[in-house]
């Protein structure tokens, strides 16, 4: 796989950041009281 690395930031890091922006995608669409069973975090924890 081709390293990425955009001002010293590594692949880990965009790995990490994605899946907080999922986390906080989930919990916003169950704050706002809608489905969110195709991106469901909880599940995976």
Known sequence: MKNINIKGVSVQTWART?????????????????SSEAIDVDRWQ
């Open 18 to 34: 994605i899946v907080l922006v999922l986390a906080l995608i989930s919990q916003l669409c169950v704050i706002l009281g809608k």
